[in-house]
């Protein structure tokens, strides 16, 4: 019987040994290495990279407040916007008072970065989304924000309305989603389009 009983043991250790090293070893390094073999540019967070230094993630929000700038979807993560170890919205209903108010100060704050814009607000520059980190705005949050961009930059509203264009990405596969516009992307962009002016005003006074 103790034969048994050991033999019995034995087995199930060995089992134990074995999936430990197939699931908690094995198995990792191979996802880990294929990934980045095939998707290195994901498995690395998606990086969006600048003269050679990461300045953020394309799946990840940042908070823009300057008047030259693109600003993201608010973001009800804390302690801070954008925070990815606290991912979630702010899970509010439509007839909150705190959400209302919420709401009605991010209005606040668009109307007076851009007090002569008559254009209707889109919905997602005064609300939140599930996961507070969201990169993206639709394009009508972007063209909104044109007029604005355009006077704080000293360019032509027309330039800044065809950089919201060539950045605008359609829905995923051609059916999942809706159209979008990386707002990190669209920045970058813009600061590499404001150098490119105020080089060639340098070269040609």
Same mark, same amino acid.
């Given at each position: 019987?103790?034969?048994?009983?050991?033999?019995?043991?034995?087995?199930?250790?060995?089992?134990?040994?074995?999936?430990?090293?197939?699931?908690?070893?094995?198995?990792?390094?191979? +996802? #880990?290495?294929?990934?980045? @073999?095939?998707? =290195?540019?994901?498995?690395?967070?998606? !990086?969006?990279?600048?003269? &050679?230094? *990461?300045?953020?993630?394309?799946?990840?929000?940042?908070?823009?407040?300057?008047?030259?700038?693109?600003?993201?979807?608010?973001?009800?993560?804390?302690?801070?916007?954008?925070?990815?170890?606290?991912?979630?919205?702010?899970?509010?209903?439509?007839?909150?008072?705190?959400?209302?108010?919420?709401?009605?100060?991010?209005?606040?704050?668009?109307?007076?970065?851009?007090?002569?814009?008559?254009?209707?607000?889109?919905?997602?520059? +005064? #609300?939140?989304?599930?996961? @507070?980190?969201? =990169?993206?705005?639709?394009?009508?949050? !972007?063209?909104?924000?044109? &007029?604005? *961009?355009?006077?704080?930059?000293?360019?032509?509203?027309?330039?800044?309305?065809?950089?919201?264009?060539?950045?605008?990405?359609?829905?995923?596969?051609?059916?999942?989603?809706?159209?979008?516009?990386?707002?990190?992307?669209?920045?970058?962009?813009?600061?590499?389009?404001?150098?490119?002016?105020?080089?060639?005003?340098?070269?040609?006074?």
């Amino acid at each position: 019987m103790w034969r048994k009983i050991g033999r019995e043991l034995w087995m199930g250790v060995g089992f134990l040994i074995c999936m430990t090293v197939l699931t908690g070893l094995a198995y990792p390094l191979v +996802v #880990t290495f294929m990934g980045k @073999g095939i998707f =290195p540019h994901q498995a690395a967070g998606n !990086a969006v990279v600048r003269n &050679g230094e *990461v300045v953020g993630s394309a799946l990840i929000g940042q908070q823009f407040v300057s008047p030259g700038y693109f600003w993201s979807r608010p973001s009800a993560t804390a302690p801070m916007p954008y925070n990815a170890m606290a991912s979630s919205g702010s899970n509010l209903g439509p007839s909150n008072p705190a959400l209302v108010e919420a709401v009605n100060q991010r209005k606040i704050a668009l109307a007076t970065a851009d007090p002569g814009n008559s254009a209707g607000l889109p919905v997602d520059l +005064v #609300t939140s989304s599930a996961s @507070g980190l969201d =990169p993206d705005i639709s394009p009508a949050a !972007a063209f909104y924000q044109v &007029g604005r *961009v355009a006077k704080a930059r000293g360019l032509s509203e027309q330039t800044v309305h065809d950089l919201v264009e060539s950045r605008i990405e359609g829905r995923q596969f051609g059916i999942l989603g809706e159209p979008r516009v990386n707002v990190l992307r669209l920045n970058l962009d813009l600061d590499a389009l404001v150098g490119k002016a105020d080089n060639q005003k340098s070269r040609n006074p």
